[in-house]
């Protein structure tokens, strides 16, 4: 009988291969730790680390060059920590990694991080996507470990994002081009001053020096000897980018409980974007009540942290090449919700996403590490973290995840009644309004203990044992016998 196959084994021993890795013999850059490992479709493996047999020399290309260069490796399967170097990162006439692996004929690439190298960026995912490999992300755990491992290298490679000489490189989106209708006078001087000053830059914004720094972050382009705005520039600081790319607005909508609704179209420079929203935010939602409970609560009783996180992250990770599409937030009595244009940016699924473990990934890395320079994101991903660490600290349930094509939808049930309805696990109704919290804290920390789920709610051992088991009688949590103590895990809702 044929074994299943079992990718995290293969994960677990690229990251093991990795830590072998031979740094080369140099202090004026830091250098990736990499493991590599090939699954050959007899079954059989090899693994190379990053200088393992010549200093320098990438993992891919030692296990497909030096130890492969004469073996059939089609339909072998890749995993490697790092993601391989894209076409137009090496000097010609050395070929990328990307493209050792498609000539090589191998099917599948499990890759455990994005590399934020801007001649890499997620180019070489795209280049092995487009030439019918199959590209997977190691699982998020595994990923942080990566992480750790190369803390220096991963630091430096976002630092010459911001410095890196254009080149011929591939590319993510025709955004990331001249936009030939605009020039710099389109940029907003609003959104330069704020940029500048967030990046800490001493200059002008006029400045031949700030000009090319926007250059080196493609941010403008080069046509005849003039910088012009690349579509991704516009978008960013464009006085009006909605004249060039009307899907970028914003629109916000809120009902109140009688019936009135407000609606708001966000535009303008979409680094200014998110204070916009904020400032919005608290001036509109105050005046609307919620009707769900005995007393009557404001909407702000609802933090803005969990939908300024989700607003972003739309703003970020939404697929901009979507014309007639733009980015929605709601709120009523009931619910919040986001609506975020383009599927989930592959490989990450929308199962990943309703399981809060998607691996990082970003689909607009100009976008993501201009937000970085000014304080919007603090890292790559889609806030799995940051929403775990929300609910926790509000006493929130996490919001729900769905694809309605073409929508990313993100929603933050508001009530008892709403919470029932979007997480509708059978039994759940039967839920009373404290072990509903209690299976809010279970679902916010994915697992815990008997001991846990007591301190959090003030209750007896004997309490949460019977709210526990009536849990797992429902099929909402399963448990899982871990040493003396019997751990309680929360089902996902699929």
């Not at 998607?358 to 320079?373: G, K, M, Q």
């Amino acid at each position: 009988m044929k074994k299943k196959f079992n990718p995290r084994k293969y994960m677990e021993m690229a990251i093991d291969v990795m830590k072998k890795s031979v740094a080369e013999p140099r202090k004026d850059k830091a250098v990736p730790k990499v493991g590599a490992v090939l699954v050959m479709p007899d079954g059989s493996i090899d693994t190379a680390s990053r200088g393992e047999l010549r200093h320098g020399d990438h993992a891919e290309f030692t296990l497909l060059e030096r130890k492969h260069r004469d073996t059939d490796l089609t339909g072998a399967i890749l995993f490697a920590t790092l993601e391989p170097c894209a076409p137009g990162a090496r000097k010609h006439p050395k070929l990328s990694c990307a493209e050792r692996i498609v000539l090589a004929r191998i099917k599948e690439v499990w890759i455990g991080l994005e590399d934020p190298d801007p001649t890499v960026d997620r180019k070489g995912i795209k280049y092995l996507q487009d030439n019918g490999v199959v590209v997977h992300m190691f699982d998020r755990d595994l990923q942080s470990i990566i992480e750790n491992e190369n803390i220096d290298f991963l630091d430096q490679a976002k630092r010459r994002a911001k410095d890196v000489k254009k080149g011929k490189t591939a590319v993510l989106t025709v955004l990331e081009k001249a936009n030939q209708k605009a020039d710099f006078s389109e940029l907003s001087k609003t959104a330069l001053e704020f940029y500048k000053e967030k990046i800490g830059f001493k200059g002008k914004i006029g400045s031949l020096s700030f000009i090319k720094k926007l250059y080196r972050r493609g941010l403008l382009d080069k046509k005849r000897n003039i910088f012009v705005p690349t579509g991704l520039g516009l978008i960013l600081f464009g006085k009006n980018p909605e004249d060039f790319y009307p899907q970028i607005v914003l629109k916000a909508t809120v009902k109140y409980p009688n019936g009135k609704m407000d609606m708001q179209d966000f535009n303008g420079p979409l680094v200014l974007m998110p204070d916009a929203i904020e400032n919005w935010w608290k001036k509109i939602i105050p005046m609307s009540i919620d009707k769900s409970s005995s007393q009557r609560k404001r909407v702000e009783d609802f933090p803005y942290e969990p939908v300024r996180e989700a607003v972003i992250n739309a703003l970020v990770h939404r697929d901009y090449e979507i014309e007639g599409a733009t980015c929605h937030l709601y709120v009523d009595e009931n619910i919040i919700s986001v609506k975020s244009p383009g599927a989930p940016i592959s490989p990450i699924t929308i199962t990943q996403l309703k399981q809060f473990d998607a691996p990082t990934l970003s689909r607009n890395p100009i976008i993501f590490s201009v937000f970085a320079d000014v304080g919007l994101v603090e890292r790559r991903g889609l806030g799995m973290e940051t929403f775990r660490a929300i609910a926790q600290r509000f006493s929130l349930p996490l919001p729900q995840y769905s694809f309605t094509a073409p929508y990313v939808i993100l929603k933050f049930p508001r009530t008892t009644k709403e919470i029932k309805i979007l997480y509708s696990k059978k039994g759940m109704k039967v839920l009373n309004d404290k072990e509903t919290k209690g299976l809010i804290f279970i679902q916010g920390k994915n697992k815990i203990t008997k001991k846990e789920y007591a301190k959090y709610l003030g209750v007896s051992d004997k309490t949460a044992q019977r709210h526990l088991s009536k849990f797992s009688k429902l099929g909402i949590v399963r448990q899982e016998i871990k040493g003396p103590a019997t751990i309680y895990i929360f089902k996902t809702v699929k």
